[in-house]
């Protein structure tokens, strides 16, 4: 499992131009709005440094499920599919590959929040570990997004996955400013939890973390991946037919 980890990194890190953008935009994005100065609770260091952190995590997604999806296309799962490895194996050296990749953008997000002038506490370093842990759920959808379409297909899916962070989550604006609706619609989905619980831990204020975010959050990324795993499984066995 370790060396299928391996494997994988090292085809992640194969495409250099996709990794700077990964973590280039969201970097990006954390520097121009601070330079606007904007009024809001929302656009607080704070407060935004959480979101940019999500915001990466979607594009995390994006690559896993082109890097399924190419795995799929070629000859690897065919060969694969002859080794004593489980399902879930592949699944956690999916995952195990990611680490590395999450927690070097994750700091050079912080860095970038410090020099801005986030105040450095031992939080930081709570929320990088804790973000390691909401990353599961990005990764799981990733791969269940790469197990099921093409890789044209992860393009699409993957910017959907993208817009639904930015606009459910709160990272730009509170989701009581736009409607009952789609207040109820941002509570359904996890991506709200997932920033309340990040933003939780960096500013030490654990009473934004609701129990209704945890079981959320917990409830998704646990079904996120045992359906993951089920049909990256039943597509192993499809595709080699």
Request: charged share 15%.
């Given at each position: 499992?370790?060396?299928?980890?391996?494997?994988?990194?090292?085809?992640l890190?194969?495409?250099?131009?996709?990794?700077?953008?990964?973590?280039?935009?969201?970097?990006?994005?954390?520097?121009?709005?601070?330079?606007?100065?904007?009024?809001?609770?929302?656009y607080?260091?704070?407060?935004?440094?959480?979101?940019?952190?999500?915001?990466?995590?979607?594009?995390?997604?994006?690559?896993?499920?082109?890097?399924?999806?190419?795995?799929?296309?070629?000859?690897?799962?065919?060969?694969?599919?002859?080794?004593?490895?489980?399902?879930?194996?592949?699944?956690?050296?999916?995952?195990?590959?990611?680490?590395?990749?999450?927690?070097?953008?994750?700091?050079?997000?912080?860095?970038?929040?410090?020099?801005?002038?986030l105040?450095?506490?031992?939080?930081?370093?709570?929320?990088?570990?804790?973000?390691?842990?909401?990353?599961?759920?990005?990764?799981?959808?990733?791969?269940?997004?790469?197990?099921?379409?093409?890789?044209?297909?992860?393009?699409?899916?993957?910017?959907?996955?993208?817009?639904?962070v930015?606009f459910?989550?709160?990272?730009y604006?509170?989701?009581?400013?736009?409607?009952?609706?789609?207040?109820?619609?941002?509570?359904?989905?996890?991506?709200?939890?997932?920033?309340?619980?990040?933003?939780?831990?960096?500013?030490?204020?654990?009473?934004?973390?609701?129990?209704?975010?945890?079981?959320?959050?917990?409830?998704?990324?646990?079904?996120?991946?045992?359906?993951?795993?089920?049909?990256?499984?039943?597509?192993?066995?499809?595709?080699?037919?």
């Amino acid at each position: 499992m370790l060396n299928f980890a391996k494997r994988n990194f090292k085809e992640l890190i194969r495409d250099p131009l996709s990794l700077v953008f990964q973590i280039a935009l969201p970097i990006f994005l954390l520097f121009i709005f601070q330079q606007f100065n904007i009024p809001a609770e929302n656009y607080k260091l704070e407060n935004f440094t959480p979101g940019i952190i999500l915001f990466g995590f979607s594009f995390v997604s994006l690559f896993t499920a082109t890097l399924i999806s190419k795995d799929r296309s070629s000859s690897l799962l065919i060969r694969l599919g002859t080794s004593p490895m489980k399902s879930s194996d592949y699944i956690l050296g999916y995952i195990i590959s990611l680490i590395p990749i999450i927690i070097i953008q994750d700091i050079l997000f912080f860095v970038v929040a410090c020099l801005l002038g986030l105040n450095f506490s031992i939080n930081i370093i709570f929320t990088i570990l804790i973000s390691m842990i909401v990353s599961i759920l990005f990764i799981a959808l990733g791969i269940l997004i790469g197990s099921l379409v093409s890789e044209r297909g992860t393009g699409g899916i993957g910017s959907i996955v993208v817009q639904l962070v930015c606009f459910t989550s709160g990272m730009y604006f509170p989701k009581e400013s736009v409607g009952k609706v789609f207040a109820k619609i941002c509570e359904i989905l996890p991506f709200e939890s997932c920033l309340n619980i990040i933003k939780g831990i960096l500013n030490n204020n654990l009473d934004i973390i609701s129990t209704r975010n945890i079981i959320v959050f917990l409830l998704y990324t646990i079904v996120v991946l045992i359906i993951s795993i089920i049909v990256f499984k039943k597509k192993m066995i499809s595709d080699n037919k």
